[in-house]
Each structure stands twice: as C-alpha cells, then as structure tokens.
C-alpha cells in the first residue's frame, strides 16, 4: 500500500520558484535535452557533473526533497532487476565474483550501474517537470509544440489533452487503489501471503473495482466537459497565454549547452 503513496510522476505541487515561473514549452524543451544526456553519456564522470546538476535543479525548484526520493521506491526493483541482469549476463573485463557457473565481472558492473544511474535520472526529471506544473500547464505547452504537425492532420490538441488527462490520473487512480486494497483487506482479504501466482490472483478483487472506477471517472469527466461547451482546440482560448520570458530561453540555451558538452565529452 505504500507504494502507492510513493507515486509522484502526475502530481503537482504549486510553488513560487523560478522552475514553477517558467513556461512549460521551455520545461518540455529543456526535458528532451536532458533526457538526450542521459542517453550518451558513456563514464561515471559525466554521469556524477549530471547528478550535481539534477541536485541543483532540486534545490531551485524548492520542494522537499523526500517527493523525489519517494518517486523512486515504485522503480527500486526495476532497478535492481537492472542491476542484477547485468551483473551476470554482461560479460567482459575482470572476474569479481564466481558463483558456481555465474561470475560477475567488471563490464556487467560497470554497465549496470549505467542503467540504474539512467532510469534514477529519469524518473527525476519527470517529476520535476510534473511536480513544479499545472496540468493545465502541461496541455498548453505539449499542444504549442505540437502545432506544427497539424498541418499534416496530426489532432495536436486532442493528443495534448489526452496525454494531460491521463498524467493526472496517474495519482488519482493510485488513490483509488489504496482505497480499495484497505476495504479488501478490512474484509479479510489475504494479499500478501502464497506463492507468486496467488498472489495475482488476489489482485483480481483490486482490478475489477478499480476499472469500474476509471470508467466511471472518464464517463464523468466527459460528462463535465460537454456541459462546459468543450469542442476540443479548433476556436479555443484560453484564460491566460503562454509567453516566454528571458528566463525561459535560458533554460533552453543551459540544456543545450549541456548536451553538447557532455556530447564533446564523449568523443
């Protein structure tokens, strides 16, 4: 159950920051550079200048930090599943442990400690992105840089709002999973002990209400936005226009300029 709470990809938590001040096309922008460092960095250098970068980032956006370490403790088995995997499967290098017919050597350590530090890092930044805007925000920018593929009949502001309404369902819906593992549990249910596959077979009381829960959610938020007049982005407006300021551009020009860094780095 508490891993649940542990979600935090989908919330929003407002702020007076200068990472909640900036427009959310630029935070997208700014995203998709750093998640392109992530991807080439080759050595543990580059990877620990990143981690110091990320940490300032935390320490600009102003939020308590257990949220983001919180965010982590869904993706901790993955992780470790990582790391395992690559312990023993990549092989290479010198020998560090022999188990029987299993070694582990140094590449497999080397390049399972890569992809832990990579999926870490991303899981962050996601939820700094999430965590420091709205999700009104969210559907704003991702639409504004979606607008050039509606010239070839791409429904940017549908995509857009469908991606929004499905990121802040995320906390929502693992709220509602909460809610009804304590009901099943207040009733006698038994999740937690057997063997794997009873296990998920007592998951079955869990799902069936909660997909009835989603759908009735959606059916409910449809039902809302037809009562609003919604008719998706065609003549729409908006309360408040997006606008970028020097702080904006900024960010974007800091977020190049470290990939091509860490890109030169490399070579």
């Known amino acids: ?49 990143l981690g110091i970068v990320l940490l300032g980032l935390l320490q600009i956006s102003q939020l308590p930090l257990r949220y983001f370490f919180r965010g982590l403790r869904p993706v901790f088995y993955i992780t470790l599943f990582t790391l395992i995997v690559h312990f023993f499967m990549t092989k290479g290098g010198i020998i560090l442990v022999r188990l029987g017919p299993l070694t582990v050597e140094s590449d497999g350590v080397y390049l399972g400690i890569f992809m832990a530090l990579r999926i870490i890092f991303l899981v962050v930044c996601t939820s700094i992105l999430t965590l420091t805007t709205s999700p009104i925000a969210l559907a704003d920018g991702l639409e504004y840089l979606m607008r050039p593929l509606a010239k070839i009949g791409v429904p940017s502001h549908e995509i857009a709002m469908m991606m929004t309404i499905a990121l802040r369902f995320i906390p929502t819906l693992m709220e509602e999973s909460e809610k009804i593992m304590k009901a099943q549990l207040a009733r006698g249910a038994d999740l937690e002990s057997g063997n794997v596959f009873r296990r998920a077979k007592s998951l079955v009381p869990l799902l069936v209400p909660l997909f009835v829960s989603a759908f009735r959610r959606a059916d409910d938020l449809a039902v809302a936005m037809e009562a609003r007049c919604y008719r998706g982005g065609e003549g729409r407006t908006r309360m408040r226009e997006l606008q970028a300021t020097p702080l904006d551009y900024f960010a974007v020009f800091f977020s190049a300029l470290l990939l091509i860094a860490m890109a030169w780095s490399q070579v």
């Open 1 to 49: 159950m508490n891993m649940f709470k542990s979600i935090t990809i989908g919330q929003f938590l407002p702020g007076e920051s200068l990472l909640h001040r900036l427009d959310p096309r630029a935070k997208f922008i700014a995203l998709i550079l750093f998640i392109g460092t992530v991807f080439i960095l080759r050595t543990l250098f580059g990877y620990l200048l």
